[in-house]
Each structure stands twice: as structure tokens, then as C-alpha cells.
T-cell receptor, first 115, second 113 residues
Framework: AQTVTQSQPEMSVQEAETVTLSCTYD???????LFWYKQPPSRQMILVIR??????QNATENRFSVNFQKAAKSFSLKISDSQLGDTAMYFC????????????FGQGTRLTINP | KAGVTQTPRYLIKTRGQQVTLSCSPI?????VSWYQQTPGQGLQFLFE???????NKGNFPGRFSGRQFSNSRSEMNVSTLELGDSALYLC????????????FGSGTRLTVV
């Protein structure tokens, strides 16, 4: 079974700083996707960024980028020029492409951006 | 384009009762998945429906069930409610249930007293 671990329960940075959230996962599969989701107080899970395991190039979406280390099974999220609106819970998630296509989530990191 | 709509947003039920939650996916999305979110267990997969068929199921007791209608709307039902069923229930839809990620609704907060 796949597992996803986020080792930082909480993080806090000043506005405009850069912050990196850590995620490691465990799987024996080779074809999978990795995601970062953001959950603000509104409760809706919002997709931030996704990475296909077969791609070596790290995904980027504006201020959000990932550092995907397949051999190390590591998938960290970097937020540049952080904004107050980035304050939220961030969840790392794994989805296998074979078998049951379900998201396996980490426990989340509560990120606070301070003015 | 309308997002994923979940109703109701809040619900309070008594132990032993049953409850039905509703999810309307994004137009054109045929896959609907349900997740339970609790402080202790985090986010856990309940089941996925695709074209009215349950395609995948998580590790939950048979009290948890669901269905999907021909218009892709989905309902999940929990019978004989227990205090531990108190949670945020999130619904997510996708076009075909795979690689582009899911669009989530804002969830239904169920409290069992």
C-alpha cells in the first residue's frame, strides 16, 4: 500500500518570503501522479500543482514549483513570493495509475503567511 | 462553469440515524469520488463511481454506501450513524477519474451527537 508522509505539521513565514513544504511517499509502482492540494478555511480542496512520475522535469505553476526526486521518493513544494492568500492547509497526494485510481493523502501542513 | 456542488453544507444527526449526502459534479465529469476527512485519520478514500458503477472502494464498513445517477450526480449514504462518523465529507469529480486530478467540492460537515 502506498503511504504519503508530510513531516511538517505547521509552518509560518513572512509575506514575500519563499517557503518549502516537504513530502515523501512510499510505493513500489512506477507509474503514478503526485499532487499538491491547498485547503483554505472555505474547506474546498484546490489543486495547486501536479507531477507525472515519468517526467523528469519539475512542474511549475506561477509561484509554485516542485522538486521531484523519484529515486528518493520525495516531492517538495516551493512557494515563492508568498502571499497572505497562501495561508491554508497543504496536502501532498499520490495516485497510482494502475489498479484503484484513488488519491492517497498525507496528513497535511498548516501554512501561515504573516503580514 | 459551475464547480462541484455538495449539499447540505452542514448536518447534525443522532446516533443510529442514517444520512444521505449529495454531490453534483462539474458538467461533463463522469467520475465522482468521496473522501472522509477527520482530524485523527486525515483524508481517506471512500469510493469512486464512474458512469453509474462503483469502480473503486476504500476500506470502510458496509454502512457506507453510495450511488451515481445517469446525470453523474452522486449520493452517499451512511446508515446506523456512530459518533466516529462525524467528519467532513468531500466529493471530487473528474472527467474520467484519472490523471488530471480531481476538482473538489466544499464538503458536507456531518456531526453525529
Amino acid at each position: 500500500a502506498q503511504t504519503v508522509t508530510q513531516s511538517q505539521p505547521e509552518m509560518s513565514v513572512q509575506e514575500a518570503e519563499t517557503v518549502t513544504l516537504s513530502c515523501t511517499y512510499d510505493t513500489s509502482e512506477s507509474n503514478y501522479y503526485l499532487f499538491w492540494y491547498k485547503q483554505p478555511p472555505s474547506r474546498q480542496m484546490i489543486l495547486v500543482i501536479r507531477q507525472e512520475a515519468y517526467k523528469q522535469q519539475n512542474a511549475t505553476e506561477n509561484r509554485f514549483s516542485v522538486n521531484f526526486q523519484k529515486a528518493a521518493k520525495s516531492f517538495s513544494l516551493k512557494i515563492s513570493d508568498s502571499q497572505l492568500g497562501d495561508t491554508a492547509m497543504y496536502f501532498c497526494a499520490f495516485m497510482n495509475l494502475q489498479g484503484a485510481q484513488k488519491l492517497v493523502f498525507g496528513q497535511g501542513t498548516r501554512l501561515t503567511i504573516n503580514p | 462553469k459551475a464547480g462541484v456542488t455538495q449539499t447540505p453544507r452542514y448536518l447534525i444527526k443522532t446516533r443510529g440515524q442514517q444520512v444521505t449526502l449529495s454531490c453534483s459534479p462539474i458538467s461533463g465529469h463522469r467520475s465522482v469520488s468521496w473522501y472522509q476527512q477527520t482530524p485523527g485519520q486525515g483524508l481517506q478514500f471512500l469510493f469512486e463511481y464512474f458512469s453509474e458503477t462503483q469502480r473503486n472502494k476504500g476500506n470502510f464498513p458496509g454502512r457506507f454506501s453510495g450511488r451515481q445517477f445517469s446525470n453523474s450526480r452522486s449520493e452517499m449514504n451512511v446508515s446506523t450513524l456512530e459518533l466516529g462518523d462525524s467528519a467532513l465529507y468531500l466529493c471530487a469529480s473528474s472527467r474520467d477519474g484519472s490523471n488530471y486530478g480531481y476538482t473538489f467540492g466544499s464538503g458536507t460537515r456531518l456531526t453525529v451527537v
